[in-house]
């Protein structure tokens, strides 16, 4: 099978969705199929074959996104070499709208795979406001109509696609890890390389330090942990526009040299700092699925984490790590986390349970859930699609292709002002 993957951020952008690209690109090879990827330029990137870099504008906004210059037959012929069976587009804008048409110049079906809650990164663009969030809605739900099939990365996000009406079929996969590398995380080696006591009791956190992550909360959270545990340490792995903010309160409670903030990690560095922790803490009510936290649990970390989408399908309250409530306070969460760092019974009953946990996010489990939901789709689209076109009926299929792309775009700046179904949905 051919597979062309269209994405706004890949490698060597640190992220969520570039990371789960090229999870599933890999995975997808090492099971016997081709896969190319259409993404942006970004600066460090390396040259390769199966990689088309189109030009891009670095870092949109102050943000870590690129946004791609319009230049199709770039892409159209790239694509046309290639001749894919299916394509995987990633995001639902920008080269979002480049993988809705090369799939109708292909003939080929489009899955759609809804990453991120769009209307939780508004503040990256100028002028944001609740209306713009209900464009960001709205698009997104637009386009999910357009495809073929979704996927939904937890079955929280999948709910919450149906009630935003969205019509096509809708399948739950979220993004694959690799367990066994977690699992064999140098930590030893990592803690000496950081230059954390061997001693130290080590509460960590992974991902982007970005504003809508909820760290500010968590910092607070845990700070006077640090005051209180002369042995406590906060291991900080990742890089943003909140890290700043985030350090000093922390430093302020427990002091410089028990802060260690060491940046953005991948590769055996990542899964080193990972084994390096005793318990994994996380905040965020933005996420989509709880990758970050399989990573975790697959290292044997137990989870203190609030109540949201994407965290409540792995995280079980007293089996492998303390699920609150979205709304707990600040006080609540460090009672919580104090409860798991005194208790060495449940802290070893949630390691146990968590290495299991995280098997459900193995990457070949997942990315073969993957492959057979691209052989469905493609095996529905044979059976609907018309076999020898006439240029006739290309034409205005394509004229129709461009109508409902731009309907999509009038549909989302109408729902700045008139509430829709999709704008009115929420997450439980």
Not at 299 to 311: I, K, R
Request: net charge negative.
């Amino acid at each position: 099978m051919r597979i062309a993957m269209f994405t706004n951020t890949y490698l060597p952008h640190v992220g969520g969705v570039a990371r789960s690209v090229n999870t599933l690109e890999e995975a997808c090879r090492r099971q016997g199929h081709e896969v190319k990827v259409i993404a942006p330029q970004f600066d460090g990137a390396m040259e390769s074959p199966d990689v088309l870099r189109v030009p891009a504008i670095q870092n949109f906004n102050g943000s870590d996104f690129c946004v791609r210059l319009p230049l199709p037959n770039v892409i159209r012929d790239f694509v046309e070499d290639f001749g894919p069976d299916i394509i995987h587009s990633h995001h639902p804008f920008l080269l979002g709208d480049a993988a809705l048409r090369e799939s109708w110049k292909m003939q080929a079906p489009i899955v759609f795979t809804h990453h991120t809650l769009y209307e939780r990164y508004t503040h990256y663009v100028p002028l944001d406001s609740p209306a713009l969030k209900r464009m960001a809605i709205q698009l997104a739900t637009e386009y999910c109509n357009l495809c073929d099939r979704i996927i939904a990365p937890s079955e929280s996000i999948a709910k919450l696609l149906r009630d935003r009406e969205v019509t096509v079929p809708i399948s739950s996969i979220p993004t694959g890890i690799d367990t066994a590398a977690f699992a064999k995380g140098d930590g030893p080696g990592f803690r000496r390389q950081a230059g954390i006591p061997e001693s130290a009791r080590v509460i960590g956190h992974v991902g982007r330090l970005a504003k809508e992550k909820n760290l500010i909360f968590l910092a607070e959270a845990v700070a006077p942990l640090l005051k209180e545990d002369p042995e406590a340490v906060f291991l900080l792995v990742g890089d943003g526009d909140a890290r700043e903010e985030m350090t000093k309160i922390l430093a302020d409670a427990g002091g410089e040299g028990r802060i260690f903030a060491v940046g953005k990690k991948s590769g055996s560095d990542l899964t080193g700092a990972y084994a390096a922790m005793d318990w994994f803490v996380f905040a965020s009510q933005t996420e989509t699925q709880g990758i970050v936290l399989a990573e975790a649990m697959a290292a044997g970390n137990p989870v203190v984490a609030l109540d949201g989408p994407g965290v409540r399908e792995i995280l079980k309250d007293g089996e492998n790590g303390l699920l609150l409530a979205a709304h707990a306070s600040a006080e609540e969460y460090r009672a919580a986390l104090k409860r798991l760092m005194n208790d060495d019974e449940l802290s070893r009953h949630c390691v146990e349970n968590a290495r299991l946990s995280a098997e459900e996010y193995e990457t070949d489990r997942c990315s073969s859930r993957m492959i057979d939901c691209y052989k469905e789709t493609i095996a529905r689209h044979d059976r609907l699609a018309d076999d020898d076109p006439m240029p006739w009926d290309r034409l205005i299929d394509g004229i129709g292709m461009e109508w409902d792309l731009l309907s999509a775009k009038v549909s989302a700046a109408a729902a700045a002002v008139i509430v829709t179904p999709a704008t009115e949905a929420s997450l439980d």
